[in-house]
């Protein structure tokens, strides 16, 4: 069993920057693939960013492309998402999940992780 444990979401205003987390309970989260994903109110929830495990390879939803990054450090167990330029259309619940044994094309799709967290919140108005 994973336990997921986001952190770092806040209210901000357009342009500014989060930096969230996603703390894992787990020594071996290497092994899997972790994603963020978010819903806003009234919406479906939505794939944001994913890395893969042990390679490593980054994918992004088209609109936040150029503005966040994710990324791993494997020894603290934790993945982050560098928020950069943040649009109202940002605001949402933020959510990591993680998977093992994920395939490329699988990453965007929610139902394929296996542990979720259990969210926190991005705000982004003026």
């Known amino acids: 069993q994973v336990q997921l444990v986001e ?9 500014d920057s989060l930096r969230l987390s996603c703390a894992a ?18 919406k479906e929830r939505e794939f944001v960013s994913a890395i893969k495990s042990n390679g490593g ?11 966040f990054s994710i ?35 699988s990453l965007g799709s929610a139902g394929q992780y296996d542990y979720w967290g259990q969210g926190t919140q991005v705000t982004v108005s003026s």
């Open 71 to 105: 990324s791993r450090d494997n020894a603290k167990s934790t993945v982050y998402l560098q928020m950069n330029s943040l649009r109202p259309e940002d605001t949402a619940v933020y959510y990591c999940a993680a998977g093992r044994r994920l395939i490329t094309s």
């Open 57 to 67: 390879a980054t994918y992004y939803k088209d609109s936040v492309k150029g503005r």
């Open 25 to 42: 309970s787990v020594r071996t989260l290497s092994v899997y693939s972790v994603g963020w994903f978010r819903q806003a109110p009234g």
């Open 7 to 15: 952190s770092g979401g806040a209210s901000v205003q357009p342009g």
